[in-house]
């Protein structure tokens, strides 16, 4: 049987009208709104305050990105809080960039500026200049430095006061140059004895006014020979050094000067760290002692032979933002206990609520009554 054949399609009108066409996909994002000029952004703020109960003081400090974090500005204030009133300190202005910097302090009048550049491969020019207050009693200084691979060169200019010179070539040889205003300078060479890693140093004041000092230095301590002048007049020949050596998994440290000599062996593992020293020709004789009992508590303890004064701290560290300590003082008859809330050593940025506190708590053994807490306190806020 034959397949039926395809009819043809219907024949349209000429009043029907043809289907509408489908429309066409707009894929162009939105118009963006311009963004403002550049001076005209207002950047992110950081305002940290700090209150310090012993010295009854506020410090704040505004600090926010400005030329689109080319550089950054800083202004801090302080103020006294008394019974009598809000003493307001004079505020410091302060604008840093990587390669230039400016402090600017009203209370003295003055300003510090530094500035440093890159001129070619790995040349390096530094300099700074300050300005202070004559009646402050502190004078202007110029600092120019340049350095490169194997030479730095630098100077350094004190209005009315002292100049500083010095010149190092590769690491075997230093030449520094130092006058004051009492026309009385010093000049100094130092030297590497060919490959080894000794060398030596001879250094005379200017104008002299005797044989220069020697200075030997050796990778376990060094050794000076210099004229030292007796109340009586007689000039003698004075040697100081300082010697160090692993005896019995610690080390073992000589100093030697002025007819005296100190002995101080440190003995240090994952647990234990036992400390003795030893003073010739008084014999005064000292020792610490410090356990880690276990990987957040930790006692020390040390002993004077000589005074018979003591002393013993218990450390806890419960995580990274809190920690406490106790401990007592028998020389000045004092007992105190301290908590940190916070990580003492890092930034407010990472501790919770952004904010740090520390309490200590005095307590005097002869007069129980006068007990104090001090506390410090710093928090930051971010607009």
């Keep these: 049987m034959a397949a039926p054949a395809l009819l043809p399609p219907p024949p349209m009108d000429e009043g029907s009208a043809a289907p509408p066409a489908p429309a066409s996909l707009d894929l162009a994002p939105p118009p963006q709104e311009p963004e403002p000029p550049l001076l005209l952004r207002r950047p992110p703020i950081r305002v940290t305050s700090e209150f310090d109960s012993e010295q009854r003081l506020f410090s704040h400090r505004l600090s926010c990105r400005v030329l689109d974090g080319f550089a950054k500005l800083r202004l801090r204030v302080s103020h006294a809080a008394g019974g009598g009133g809000i003493a307001w300190g004079p505020p410091d202005f302060a604008l840093l960039a990587r390669n230039f910097s400016v402090v600017v302090d009203p209370a003295s009048r003055g300003a510090v500026l530094r500035g440093a550049a890159d001129l070619a491969g790995s040349l390096r020019l530094q ?24 030479l730095s060169v630098s100077c350094n200019y004190e209005y009315n006061k002292s100049i500083v010179s010095c010149i190092h070539l590769d690491r075997c040889f230093q030449f520094k140059y130092e006058s004051r205003k009492e026309q009385q300078g010093e000049v100094s060479v130092t030297a590497n004895l060919g490959d080894s890693p000794c060398k030596i140093e001879l250094s005379s004041l200017v104008p002299p006014s005797g044989p220069p000092r020697a200075t030997f230095f050796f990778p376990k301590g060094e050794v000076s020979i210099k004229e030292k002048i007796l109340d009586e007049g007689d000039r003698i020949l004075s040697v100081n050094g300082l010697v160090k050596s692993h005896v019995l998994n610690g080390v073992c440290t000589a100093a030697y000067s002025d007819n005296a000599m100190k002995i101080k062996y440190r003995y240090k593992d994952d647990e234990i760290s036992f400390i ?15 356990r880690q009992l276990t990987p957040s508590d930790k006692l020390s303890y040390w002993y004077n032979f000589d005074t018979n004064y003591w002393g013993v701290i218990y450390k806890h560290k419960e995580n990274k933002h809190l920690k406490w300590k106790a401990g007592y003082e028998s020389d000045n008859r004092l007992g105190y206990a301290s908590l940190w809330v916070g990580d ?6 990472e501790v919770p609520l952004k904010a740090k506190v520390h309490f200590t708590l005095k307590v005097p053994q002869d007069n129980v009554q006068n007990s104090v807490v001090v506390f410090h306190v710093k928090k930051r806020w971010d607009f």
């Design 127 to 150: 300099a700074s200049h300050s300005t202070k207050n004559c009646q402050s009693g502190e004078q202007s200084y110029i600092h120019v430095g340049c350095s490169a691979h194997c």
């Design 276 to 290: 003795p020293s030893i003073s010739l020709p008084s014999n005064s004789l000292s020792f610490a002692f410090k």
């Design 344 to 349: 003492a050593g890092g930034s407010t940025k």
